[in-house]
Structures are given as C-alpha cells and as structure tokens.
C-alpha cells in the first residue's frame, strides 16, 4: 500500500507543479497584452505617420493638423469610460467633420485602466485605428483624482517627443455630453494670452466673474504652464478628493494662479430643455452645448447648427427610400443624416449613388419638406405649401426656355425666354454671391432694371432684403424675415409716401403650426389682406386650413405620400358668403430615377398633366398639357414645353 500510493504523491506534485507553471505563464502573456494597451495609451498622442493621397478614404482621424508654427494647438481630452465605444465613435464623426482655420486641434478620449478582458482587446484596436485614446494609471473615479491624473500625467507624455514646446497652448477638459463648435472656440481664443489662462463657463450658473468661483465640468481649459505646475506642485497632489471641478478651482486660487481668466458665457451653455438658470436658447454664437444626454438632444443640436442636407432630387430619393423600405430600415432614424428635398432638380447619378450608399450606410430617415430643416416653424406663406406645389408647381401652357451658369467663385447668370401666344418676353439676371449677402440683378425685355439685395445673418436668426426697379422711382421694398426657435415672422414696407404695409407670423414647430398675415394700405387707410391658417406636418402628410379673403373664404388642403413613389394632394375652397365651392386633386408618380408624372383635376372640368424628366444632371425638360371639358366651343387642349438648362 505504501509502495503504490508513493508515485500517486510524486504524480499528485509533478500535477501541481504542471498547473502552477500554466498558470505563470497565462498571467505573464495577459501582462504582456495589458502592458500593450497601455503603452499604446501613453503613444496615443504622439504624431501619427502621414498618410499618403492613396490611403483608405475611410481612414479617420481626430486630430486637425496645421503646419503653422503660430496656429494656436489646443488638446481636448474627453473624459470618458472604456465601455462607451459607441459614444466614442459618435464624437469622432462630429469632430473629424469641423476643420478649424489657423489651429491644430487634437481630440482624445480619457480614462483608467481596464478591467475586462473585451475592453483590453476592443479598446486596444479602437488605439490601433484612430490613435485617440489615452490610458491613465488609477481606477475610474468621479471625485478622487482623476482630473489630477490626467492633467499631470500630460507633460510626462508629450515634453520628450518631438512636438515644438509646448506641445499644446491650451489644454481641456470636457465630458462626452458636451457638443463644441471648433471654429467658434478657436475664434475666441485667438485674441487672449497663452499664458496663466483659465477658460471656461463660471459656476454658479448666475455669477459672471471668474475670479470668484470656478469653471464648470462641461468643459474648461487651461493653459500649458499650469498644466505643468499641476504636475510640479504640491497644493493639487494633497487635495485630491471632492467635486473635481470645484476641487481644480481651489487649487488654482490656493497656487495664486491664472491671473488671465475668460468667461466664455454665455457661448457656452446647457441644452435649452428643461430650462434652468445654466440654460440658453441655441443660437449662432455657440461654442458648446452640455448636458446632451440622449440622441434626441443631439440631433436637435446637430441639425440646428449644421443643417445636413443632400439635394438628390425627388425621384432618385423616392428610388432610394423604396430600396431602404424592402430592407425594412426605413423607420430607423441616423443619429446624423437627414434628407430634405427641396426641389424636383436631382444631382448626378455618381452623387445620388453616393448618398444612397450614405443613406444605406446610416439608416436613414427622409423628411419631405420645402421649408429649413431646423426645427422652427415654417414661415406663413408656406402652410399649405406642400399640397399647392404638387397641384401648380412646373405646370405651364407656353414654350419657355431657361440657362443658368453657376460659377464657382459666387457669380450666377440665368437667361429666361417666354413665348406666350404670338408674344415674346425675356429677362437676363446674374446673381453674386458673397458670404451673407446675395445680390440680384435682372433686365427684363422692357428694359425694366430689378434689383434685389439679400442680406442673411444681419442679426442672429435675421434676414433682411432690399428691392426695387429702374425707372419705377416708387417701388422700394424692404422685406424682414425672423426665424426663432417657436416663431417665424415676415415683414415687408413699402418704400414711397403711401406704402404698403405687410405683416405675417407663424408660431409653433416644424410639425404644427398656427399663424396669420395681414395688409394695410396707407393710402387708403385701409385692411386689403387678413388671412389666418394651422398647418400640420409630417413626413408622409401635410394638411393645412386656411381663413383667406378676410374671412370670406375657407380653405382646406391635404397631401398625402402613399408610398416613396405616389403621392396625393387635394384642395377645397368654400365662400362663406356666396356658398360655392370648389376643388382640385392630383397626383404624382415617379416612373423612374429620372421621370416624374404629375396629374390633376378640378371640379371646373379641367384636366392637366406634366411630364418631367431629366436628361442630362441638372437639366429637364418638362411637357405639361390640359383640357377644358366644360368650355362654351371646342377648344383645342393647351400644351407647353418647358427646358431648363444647367451645364
């Protein structure tokens, strides 16, 4: 018994030794692999290799790199958690998209170390793909040092490379719920000094002077030298614990340090909902937006800033929206991607397959609209927009022929012929084009000189625009257009003795609006227009209810998007005091990519149709004709041929 349970010991411990030698080398490989991560998280900010032309186009980076050696070089850090890869790759679309004049930008994301065997490997190729991210040494923390950590860990990692000193003139701290405008960022920095600056949004939300309080975590910056007095001294490393950011602003005024502080409120705000005392309305002005907690916020922000819009024209988008539907796609809505179409010009087919891989790409979804994509009110004027355009919009009885020439240094030149009967008119305009403002000059066949001068942005959310014509010495005009985030307002005065005088307004949203306008002639002291209207929109109908002719006519209209491809629209007038009504229906098909049909038909006994097609990019011929059923003789149909030419 002995003898047999002896080699049972010897392979019992030759086991253990076996299993303890595994287990040695599994944690030395796990070391090797882990020490990969967060070396690559201390190179994240070295200068990444160029690139060549040829490279992935897919390639992305955050980084905006200037070879200027007096453009300001600014480092964002993005204080962040391992796990919020998808947050990351969202903000690496925002900020990779904004390309700052005169400053090199530099986006990182910012926390501890891993902990998880999936982060080790997913973050570890995020570092390999975007060179973005960098690893600090603690445990994820809200109020024990993790601030610290980062802004003195900075100068270890960035004095010994090749960078000019010092690598960064200013360097921030943010969240990841906080949207910055880089160009607007970069503008208010270039005037203050690079040296012993404090920059942020003053807390509390009231107070105005930085030299009492602190700067909030949305996002505050500082300058090179206190990043490395961080480093140095003594005051940040034994006060670590408590709200970061009051915690940061105590050691600035207990180191007697940043003698140059900026307010940068109210450029920097919280989101506008719910309204607080740290909110603002969104306006042109914005450096950053906090407290973007969820997608809807960020689109909100997204679209009132940047607009997205692709003008693919409505066949190819109808085609598009077809193929997202038979995917089932189609109600899945792209945290960036919204299309609007403005009109029934479609841009090339290499443009429209682009955006249509874009739209695949994204998921995206389509809103049909003819007013901006930010989320305001339409103007007036265009409740019940929607439903006329289908049944007027490109009809025409004549033979018509337009050239316009868009230059790409602003200037524009369109020619327009019309044969109407045995008559002929024409008109020759060119359109300049310069930053906000827009002039327009026409001639026309009766040597009549009209002029229009546009001015967009003169105030925030204002356009104003000036016109007037050659001999006509009386009629000026001055037109005022204001667009808020619930309102929409549109002004006009005639400029001679006895003007005109026009007033209009729409408050709402871009869903549900309700507004009116009215006129008043000073010369005979009197009202000659007073309407009223509710329009609702969404992106597969639009109605609208209109009391028109000082209150002498209703009106009520519809349209409705059966499918990517048809849509319906009617219209019905009733005279509240003659008691007659009316009404018009129509259609529209797109046949092909290219190919729009439209049809209607009125109570009157006239029927009208059109045909449009593109062919060639940005150039249609359009043949429109209509019968009268109920004329007195037997009228021959109306036809008209339409060519737009855009080389």
């Given at each position: 018994?002995?003898?047999?349970?002896?080699?049972?010991?010897?392979?019992?411990?030759?086991?253990?030794?076996?299993?303890?030698?595994?287990?040695?080398?599994?944690?030395?490989?796990n070391?090797?692999?882990?020490?990969?991560?967060?070396?690559f998280?201390?190179?994240?900010?070295?200068?990444?290799?160029?690139?060549?032309?040829?490279?992935?186009?897919?390639?992305?980076?955050?980084?905006?790199?200037?070879?200027?050696?007096?453009?300001?070089?600014?480092?964002?850090?993005?204080?962040?958690?391992?796990?919020?890869?998808?947050?990351?790759?969202?903000?690496?679309?925002?900020?990779?998209?904004?390309?700052?004049?005169?400053?090199?930008?530099?986006?990182?994301?910012?926390?501890?170390?891993?902990?998880?065997?999936?982060?080790?490997?997913?973050v570890?190729?995020?570092?390999?793909?975007?060179?973005?991210?960098?690893?600090?040494?603690?445990?994820?923390?809200?109020?024990k040092?993790?601030?610290?950590?980062?802004?003195?860990?900075?100068?270890?990692?960035?004095?010994?490379?090749?960078?000019?000193?010092?690598?960064?003139?200013?360097?921030?701290?943010?969240?990841?719920?906080?949207?910055?405008?880089?160009?607007?960022?970069?503008?208010?920095?270039?005037?203050l000094?690079?040296?012993?600056?404090?920059?942020?949004?003053?807390?509390?939300?009231?107070?105005?002077?930085?030299?009492?309080?602190?700067?909030?975590?949305?996002?505050?910056?500082?300058?090179?030298?206190?990043?490395?007095?961080?480093?140095?001294?003594?005051?940040?490393?034994?006060?670590?614990?408590?709200?970061?950011?009051?915690?940061?602003?105590?050691?600035?005024?207990?180191?007697?340090?940043?003698?140059?502080?900026?307010?940068?409120?109210?450029?920097?705000?919280?989101?506008?909902?719910?309204?607080?005392?740290?909110?603002?309305?969104l306006?042109?002005?914005?450096?950053?937006?906090?407290?973007?907690?969820?997608?809807?916020?960020?689109?909100?922000?997204?679209?009132?800033?940047?607009?997205?819009?692709?003008?693919?024209?409505?066949?190819?988008l109808?085609?598009?929206?077809?193929?997202?539907?038979?995917?089932?796609?189609?109600?899945?809505?792209?945290?960036?991607?919204?299309l609007?179409?403005y009109?029934?010009?479609?841009?090339?087919?290499?443009?429209?397959?682009?955006?249509?891989?874009?739209?695949?790409?994204?998921?995206?979804?389509?809103?049909?609209?003819?007013?901006?994509?930010?989320?305001?009110?339409?103007?007036?004027?265009?409740?019940?927009?929607?439903?006329?355009?289908?049944?007027?919009?490109?009809y025409?009885?004549?033979?018509?022929?337009?050239?316009?020439?868009?230059?790409s240094?602003g200037?524009?030149?369109?020619?327009?012929?019309?044969?109407?009967?045995?008559?002929?008119?024409?008109?020759?305009?060119?359109?300049?084009?310069?930053?906000?403002?827009?002039?327009?000059?026409?001639?026309?066949?009766?040597?009549?000189?009209?002029?229009?001068?546009?001015?967009?942005?003169?105030?925030?959310?204002?356009?104003?625009?000036?016109?007037?014509?050659?001999?006509?010495?009386?009629?000026?005009?001055?037109?005022?257009?204001?667009?808020?985030?619930?309102?929409?307002?549109?002004?006009?005065?005639?400029?001679?003795?006895?003007?005109?005088?026009?007033?209009?307004?729409?408050?709402?949203?871009?869903?549900?609006?309700?507004?009116?306008?009215?006129?008043?002639?000073?010369?005979?002291?009197?009202?000659?227009?007073?309407?009223?209207?509710?329009?609702?929109?969404?992106?597969?109908?639009?109605?609208a209810?209109?009391?028109?002719?000082?209150?002498?006519?209703?009106?009520?209209?519809?349209?409705?998007?059966?499918?990517?491809?048809?849509?319906?629209?009617?219209?019905?007038?009733?005279?509240?005091?003659?008691?007659?009504?009316?009404?018009?229906?129509?259609?529209?098909?797109?046949?092909?990519?290219?190919?729009?049909?439209?049809?209607?038909?009125?109570?009157?006994?006239?029927?009208?149709?059109?045909?449009?097609?593109?062919?060639?990019?940005?150039?249609?011929?359009?043949?429109?004709?209509?019968?009268?059923?109920?004329?007195?003789?037997?009228?021959?149909?109306?036809?008209?041929?339409?060519?737009?030419?855009?080389?």
């Amino acid at each position: 018994m002995k003898s047999s349970s002896k080699p049972e010991r010897h392979r019992f411990i030759l086991s253990s030794l076996l299993f303890i030698f595994f287990l040695c080398v599994l944690i030395t490989i796990n070391g090797i692999r882990y020490d990969s991560v967060l070396r690559f998280g201390r190179c994240a900010l070295d200068n990444a290799p160029s690139q060549s032309p040829a490279s992935s186009s897919s390639d992305s980076s955050l980084a905006v790199n200037s070879s200027a050696s007096t453009d300001i070089r600014i480092l964002i850090g993005i204080l962040t958690l391992p796990d919020q890869y998808q947050r990351r790759h969202f903000l690496r679309l925002i900020y990779g998209t904004q390309s700052p004049a005169g400053a090199q930008v530099d986006v990182k994301f910012v926390f501890c170390n891993l902990t998880k065997e999936d982060q080790k490997v997913l973050v570890a190729l995020e570092i390999m793909r975007y060179d973005d991210i960098i690893i600090l040494d603690c445990k994820e923390n809200m109020n024990k040092g993790k601030t610290y950590t980062y802004f003195s860990s900075l100068p270890e990692m960035l004095n010994d490379t090749d960078r000019p000193y010092p690598p960064y003139h200013y360097v921030m701290k943010t969240d990841d719920d906080t949207y910055f405008r880089l160009d607007n960022l970069v503008e208010s920095l270039k005037p203050l000094p690079r040296e012993d600056l404090y920059y942020g949004y003053v807390i509390p939300c009231r107070s105005m002077d930085p030299f009492v309080h602190y700067m909030s975590g949305m996002g505050y910056m500082i300058s090179w030298d206190i990043v490395e007095w961080i480093r140095e001294s003594p005051i940040p490393k034994n006060h670590l614990e408590g709200p970061e950011d009051k915690v940061f602003g105590d050691w600035i005024r207990e180191g007697h340090r940043a003698k140059n502080r900026y307010n940068a409120k109210w450029s920097m705000y919280n989101f506008p909902e719910p309204p607080t005392q740290c909110t603002h309305e969104l306006w042109p002005d914005t450096i950053a937006v906090h407290l973007l907690k969820n997608q809807e916020k960020w689109i909100q922000t997204l679209t009132y800033f940047n607009c997205p819009v692709f003008d693919l024209g409505l066949p190819r988008l109808a085609l598009i929206w077809s193929l997202l539907d038979k995917c089932s796609i189609h109600n899945k809505i792209s945290p960036l991607l919204s299309l609007h179409v403005y009109n029934l010009s479609p841009d090339s087919s290499a443009a429209a397959a682009a955006a249509a891989a874009k739209v695949i790409g994204n998921v995206g979804v389509f809103h049909f609209s003819s007013s901006s994509c930010l989320l305001k009110p339409a103007p007036f004027s265009d409740i019940g927009k929607r439903a006329k355009d289908l049944l007027t919009k490109d009809y025409n009885y004549d033979h018509k022929f337009t050239l316009s020439i868009l230059s790409s240094t602003g200037m524009g030149f369109t020619a327009t012929g019309l044969k109407k009967d045995e008559f002929f008119f024409g008109d020759i305009s060119t359109l300049y084009k310069s930053e906000n403002t827009v002039v327009d000059v026409k001639v026309d066949t009766y040597s009549i000189v009209s002029t229009k001068v546009t001015v967009n942005d003169i105030f925030p959310s204002t356009k104003a625009a000036l016109s007037f014509k050659i001999p006509d010495h009386k009629s000026g005009k001055l037109d005022v257009q204001y667009l808020h985030h619930h309102a929409a307002i549109e002004s006009s005065i005639g400029l001679n003795p006895n003007p005109l005088l026009e007033l209009s307004a729409a408050i709402g949203s871009n869903n549900l609006s309700v507004g009116s306008e009215v006129g008043f002639d000073t010369a005979s002291s009197s009202f000659v227009k007073c309407n009223a209207g509710i329009g609702l929109n969404k992106p597969d109908f639009s109605a609208a209810l209109l009391l028109m002719d000082k209150g002498q006519t209703l009106k009520a209209s519809y349209v409705h998007s059966v499918n990517p491809l048809h849509s319906v629209a009617a219209e019905m007038t009733h005279g509240l005091s003659s008691s007659e009504s009316s009404f018009t229906i129509g259609s529209s098909h797109v046949v092909d990519p290219f190919t729009v049909v439209k049809t209607r038909f009125s109570d009157n006994g006239k029927a009208a149709m059109l045909c449009q097609h593109e062919w060639r990019p940005k150039s249609l011929i359009t043949f429109s004709a209509e019968y009268d059923s109920k004329a007195t003789h037997a009228a021959a149909p109306k036809f008209g041929l339409a060519l737009a030419l855009k080389p």
